[in-house]
């Protein structure tokens, strides 16, 4: 069995401040790692998403995360954040043999201040 | 494309009352998805058919909770009776192949209250 834990529930930060939005994952098997941002009101939409090769993966809206094998981490980056950058994020795991089945983490509101 | 279509956007109905919600996937797409979204639980996938037929239903909750796809371009949820505990929002999504991308694109989800 897979499962994700997003370390922070909450990370407000200043406009152009970069963030860093945790994620740990604990599964038996190899994974693939995916990101989401959701918007107010609306459907999730993929980020970005690793499932093999360079372990810097990069994403829409200059968002990046990396891949620790070691670490069993998947953190999301983006080095100056922008108001519209306001959102629900969340990691996501499935297992190689099946990625249309997706294992989400609880999320993180990332609120930007001006 | 006009993206994954779900209908109603809102729904707000009584304890013990039947509620369908329904989504068109966008067109040509293979799988289709229903999740939940709550507070508690966080977005839990609930359903996932390939060419119409489910594949796996583990994320149904309860019996009072039952998915069809009769065609390609047409899913309905239902669950029958409603609790309260069954509010949340309930998301489609469809995608072409398994993976592409993973969990489907999304559609605006249906906000469910049951009072």
């Known amino acids: 069995a897979q499962s994700v834990t997003q370390l922070d529930s909450q990370v407000p930060v200043f406009e152009e401040a970069p963030v860093e939005l945790r994620c740990n994952y604990s599964?038996?098997?190899?994974?693939?790692l995916f990101w989401y941002v959701q918007y107010p009101n609306q459907g999730l939409q993929l980020l970005l998403k690793?499932?093999?090769?360079?372990?810097l993966v990069k994403g829409i809206n200059g968002f990046e995360a990396e891949f620790n094998k070691s670490q069993t981490s998947f953190h999301l980056r983006k080095p100056s954040v922008h108001i519209s950058d306001t959102a629900e994020y969340f990691c996501?795991?499935?297992?190689?043999?099946?990625?249309?089945?997706?294992?989400f983490g609880q999320g993180t509101t990332l609120q930007v201040k001006p | 494309d006009a993206g994954v279509i779900q209908s109603p956007r809102h729904e707000v109905t009584e304890m013990g009352q039947e509620v369908t919600l329904r989504c068109k996937p966008i067109s040509g797409h293979d799988y289709l998805f229903w999740y939940r979204q709550t507070m508690m639980r966080g977005l839990e996938l609930l359903i996932y058919?390939?060419?119409?037929?489910?594949?796996?239903d583990s994320g149904m909750p309860e019996d009072r909770f039952s998915a069809k796809m009769p065609n390609a371009s047409f899913s309905t949820l239902k669950i029958q009776p409603s609790e309260p505990r069954d509010s949340a929002v309930y998301f489609c999504?469809?995608?072409?192949?398994?993976?592409?991308?993973?969990?489907?694109?999304f559609g605006p989800g249906t906000r469910l209250t049951v009072l």
């Open positions: 996501a795991v499935s297992n190689t043999g099946n990625t249309g089945k997706l294992i």
């Open positions: 058919f390939n060419n119409n037929v489910p594949i796996d």
């Open positions: 599964s038996s098997v190899s994974v693939y």
């Open positions: 999504a469809s995608s072409l192949v398994a993976g592409d991308p993973p969990g489907g694109y």
């Open positions: 690793y499932l093999s090769g360079s372990t």
